[in-house]
């Protein structure tokens, strides 16, 4: 992937949502033909004009793609479905980008959709013991990576609380996130407490969605008269995932820094050159030390750059400006393709009331249990 | 496979095989029926006891109900089993201002009734 994507562009040419939400009983196929019109109508685009479909979801379960599709059209299209944990949607992204790339197809769909609660872990089916009944549990992994940060940093609760803060207000102004208010410092410390220091505003919800983005090569936007200026390209992709830890650095934060490397280095540009990074909030403690991984922040500055505003819209880099996954949701499926369609709105302006200026390089990053990594780079297009 | 969704199987009974021992490359790895040694994947391992007193790296206190049949508040740790071997497990403390970091620990059963299923851990100060 490393060279193909600079011999052969791709563009998001067209986006598309349906809010996140919490759990209902709305069927899983409203909430993706939901997302899949308006991102065809957003790129212009008619639905046998899509040549493939890879469809992120983790928890709907077996061969949910062409159920959902046949009602936009029994067309013949190669339909893939993607589960990757939390990075389904990211991994579902990706293998869009690859089979444009590549030369296969010209214009791919990458949709996620997910529903709550049919989802199963294999880490309890792998036939081994943990030591302790929550070994498996994010909250408390994240928990006391969450103290550790805090006290080697010599920081007080109300730094992660200012990630929520920031998350929940930059969500209040995003009309597809799940959480629509905005939290003073007082009422995210406040709220009841989960593990550790980390209180229920500093954990995003549960919830279901979509979201897809259409993508496709520079020939076929020419072909088809789509608007470059409104087609970000896609110029790096990377996947990888944990290595044994070394030292005091845990192992994911590891991950994040090697993985960002990657696809900063395959884009050719420096950390410091990204106006807007999405990343993996589901804790708060997340996106402080993976700002720092990425490189957005000095190694132990992350708190006090967000204290400053630097990663607020207007700031610096933008972190999670759609509200994260603390604000603006995790449905899993969706939330990877969903950073995408973020990402793309911002660098054509269109994200009315929460727009971050300026937006030109831009990085989604996102992590699935396990644990694994997904990282894509953006450029907007003049 | 694990007995129960809330306590794992080892017990003090298991001490003297937690871990495994990798005849290839020296690296230690838990559990001790692991399929393969984490860092090489050599499957020539010998089942072994801690090769050192635990350790106490990190801890904090579990308020929500997040996991079923573990009543709050529960303190939680990361205890150093073996040299790089960093395992999650619940801390035998009502209250985790008794904790500080790297304070040696000992494992002992869930509960002073139960023995043979689950390990908890406690200051070793606490012993007798
Ligand atoms: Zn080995």
Redesign the pocket.
Known sequence: MSRLLQERAVHVVGIGMHPYQFPSETPYVHLGLTAIREALKDAGLQWPQVQAAFVGTAAIGMAAGRVMLRHLGSTGLSVTQVENASASGSSAFRLACQAVASGEHEVVLAVGVDKTGHARRASGSDGLSTLSPTSNLPVAKFALLARRYLRDGELDVEALARVAVKNHGNAALNPYAQFRKPRTLEQVLASPKVAGDLTVQQCCPRGEGAAAVIVASAAAMARLGLARARSPRVIASVSTSEKLGRGDVPPIVDMVRESSLAALEQAGIGARDLDMVELHDAFSIEEIVYGEAIGVCQTGEGAHDLARGDTAIGGRCAVNASGGLIGMGHPIGPTGVGQIAEITRQMRGEATGRQHPGTRLAMAHMIGLGSVAIAHVLQKTD | MTTSSLMPAWGVDHLPTLLAH?R????YTFPSNAWS?R????DTLDKVPMPQTPVLRNFITLHGDVVPGLTPPVVVGEVEIAPGVVEEALIAVDDESRLTLDMPMEAIGADPADTQRGLRFRPLEAQG
């Open positions: 990798c290839q490359c020296g690296t040694c860092a090489c994947g050599a």
